[in-house]
């Protein structure tokens, strides 16, 4: 079942979608302090990290995905946001400089269709954000949160659907390291819970942020090469015929 925009937007206003709004914009924060004349897309559910990703930017557009639903961002001026196809983006290819991915990738039925679309659309050496609920994480395996909906991931799966698209990651981070739980006691401990999981590299976070570039060249396959045998005549020895007598030569072999 697909995420629902409302269910999202209701999300985020909660003091749990507050406490994940602020580590996870740390995270990516971490991988981009700027983003000045940049041409940023997000991808999925993401207005609650363009707004501070995208200070600085030339351009920010939200795409949001047809089963999801979409919302007007921002609140004031003109419209930024979109309802899209994820695997097919009415954008020019090589027409965007960052990329970011939030309730994207877990949600979608063909994940490579839509990191190689991905790639197409962004420029030469751009970059992506992607934010992923972690397989072996809390928050995957509890439907209470957004997190707990679609596919979730592991490290190996992820690094090697960037390989297959030709992504490099750059930088690698964990996030939600707090249970997902609303009792408010445990949110004021959320920090905590932050700082222990991360300096003892724990296994069980909630979600991956991973900070991948677009390669500029892509990899040439390289074809098996086979043997090529040289074909050699085989002389094979044929009779040598005896001389003939001179009788034979008058009157032919005896019959």
């Known amino acids: 079942m697909s995420l629902d925009v409302a269910d999202l937007r209701s999300f985020y206003a909660s003091p749990l979608g507050h406490v994940a709004r602020r580590f996870i914009g740390t995270a990516m924060l971490r991988f981009w302090p700027d983003c ?119 490290r190996s799966q992820l690094e090697a659907l960037m390989r297959s698209a030709e992504f490099s990651p750059e930088g690698w981070s964990e996030a939600l390291y707090v249970p997902p739980l609303r009792q408010r006691l445990l949110l004021r401990s959320a920090a905590a819970w932050e700082r222990l999981g991360a300096g003892l590299s724990l296994p069980f976070a909630g979600v991956h942020v991973i900070d991948a570039t677009k390669q500029l060249y892509r990899r040439i396959p390289l074809r098996a090469t086979r043997r090529s045998f040289a074909f050699r005549p085989i002389l094979l020895p044929q009779p040598t015929p005896a001389p003939r007598t001179g009788r034979e030569r008058e009157h032919g072999p005896p019959g």
């Open 36 to 154: 000045a004349r940049q041409r940023v897309l997000g991808l999925g559910y993401t207005t609650p990290y363009l707004s501070v990703l995208g200070m600085n930017a030339e351009r920010v557009i939200a795409f949001m995905p047809a089963a999801q639903g979409v919302v007007n961002w921002p609140h004031q001026g003109l419209s930024a946001s979109a309802l899209v196809e994820p695997t097919l983006l009415p954008l020019p290819t090589a027409s965007i400089d960052r990329v970011v991915l939030v309730h994207a990738l877990e949600e979608t039925e063909s994940p490579d269709d839509l990191i190689e679309e991905v790639g197409r659309v962004l420029s030469p050496g751009g970059r992506m954000i992607l934010v992923v609920p972690n397989r072996r994480g809390l928050w995957a395996r509890m439907d209470s949160t957004p997190f707990g909906q679609g596919r979730p991931f592991s």
